[in-house]
């Protein structure tokens, strides 16, 4: 079982500053799988800078340009929460480039599946707009990358980040090649991700949206992988299967409300795993999201290579939720949401 991953110290140069999304992120991850050996395991993917072409499957070129422009210029934000700083353009260049290398790597044999440990994080960002963090968008430029380059006729993306992916919808919403699963809290930043929109066109049915209320854990999160996301998964029969990993919906990150253990992230990802086994040769590339508080994202991101690697055991330090939230009843919600997408 060959497991890759994408690292390059030029992540760490996007520089935020004091922002909850900084490069002490990275650090984390890199100095645990260091520290408990699991590094050693794991095959590495050199990145490389993402060309404008590529850049433009999923972006404006005036707004690429912009990014490029702000860089330059030594930085600033461009809205409330999402900054540029001098590095940040060749940083996001080497972002998108790093999922697309792991895409590669995947598709081309040289490893089975690969996580991108990648920053700025990617799935807000839209055709013209930086935002929630994000400058462009990683995964779905990588997905149209595959969908052009290998000629790829479905690609599953499961997006588990706290936040919805909009970034991520959009680009895909009317492209019925790719099926996009979105676990979120709702209501919650960004606002998007009804159960309602289901894209359009002849991409109606390609979006699916698991809206979940504050207070979902484990338990919940299972229940909807098991009811929606793998029936879903197995009715679409992905070729390649992408996940947008973001690990804000812990229990101890205090960006959001939900309560997810690093057991159930581990959880998660060995359903995921069972997917790629199950449907596309074990074919899987996961990319960094959001996360922000250091040991849970250092203890879930090897808690998934783990389960990539086909460990039986994980380490969870941080244990259960407190549950300083009761747990929402979403019975109603998943029925719902199987009616929509005639989900037996
Ligand atoms: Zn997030």
């Known amino acids: 079982m060959k497991v890759g991953y994408v690292y390059d110290p030029i ?10 999304e900084n490069a002490k992120r990275l650090k984390a991850i890199i100095s645990h799988l260091e520290k408990t050996g699991l590094k050693q395991q794991l095959i590495p993917i050199r990145p490389r800078a993402a060309a404008i072409e590529e850049l433009s499957l999923v972006h404006d070129e005036q707004y690429i340009s912009h990014i490029r422009d702000v860089a330059q210029k030594g930085g600033g934000w461009l ?14 260049l080497y972002a998108a480039g790093g999922v697309i290398r792991a895409t590669e790597a995947v598709m081309n044999g040289e490893v089975s599946s690969a996580f991108a440990l990648v920053r700025p994080p990617g799935h807000h960002a839209t055709y013209e707009r930086a935002m929630g963090f994000c400058l462009f968008n990683n995964l779905a ?14 690609i599953l993306i499961v997006d588990f980040d706290v936040h919805h992916g909009n970034g991520t919808q959009a680009a895909f919403y009317g492209n019925p090649r790719v099926l996009y699963i979105s676990t979120h809290e709702y209501p919650f930043y960004p606002g998007t991700g009804s159960i309602e929109e289901t894209g359009s066109g002849i991409a109606e049915g390609t979006t699916i949206n698991i809206p979940l209320p504050a207070g979902g854990g484990d338990a919940e999160y299972l229940e909807v992988f098991e009811q929606i996301i793998v029936p879903a998964a ?3 029969r992905p070729q390649l299967i992408l996940v ?6 812990h229990w101890a990150d205090e960006l959001a409300l939900m309560q997810v253990s690093v057991t159930g992230f581990a959880q998660m990802v060995k359903i995921i795993k069972g997917l790629g086994d199950e449907l596309c040769d074990g074919r899987l590339v996961f990319s960094l999201e959001g996360g922000y508080n250091l040991r849970v994202l250092a203890a879930s991101v090897k808690a998934t290579f783990d389960m990539l690697l086909g460990n039986t055991t994980i380490e969870d330090p941080l244990g259960q939720s407190p549950r300083r939230l009761e747990a929402p009843n979403i019975t109603l919600l998943i029925k719902k949401i199987k009616e929509i997408h005639n989900l037996a």
Do not use: M, P, W
């Open 11 to 20: 992540y760490l140069k996007h520089d935020t500053g004091q922002h909850v």
């Open 79 to 92: 809205d409330a929460d999402t900054g540029v700083s001098a590095d940040s353009y060749e940083a996001a």
């Open 234 to 236: 197995i009715r679409f």
């Open 141 to 154: 430029i990588a997905t149209k990358c595959a969908l052009a380059n290998y000629k790829l006729e479905r």
């Open 244 to 249: 947008s990993a973001g690990y804000d919906s």
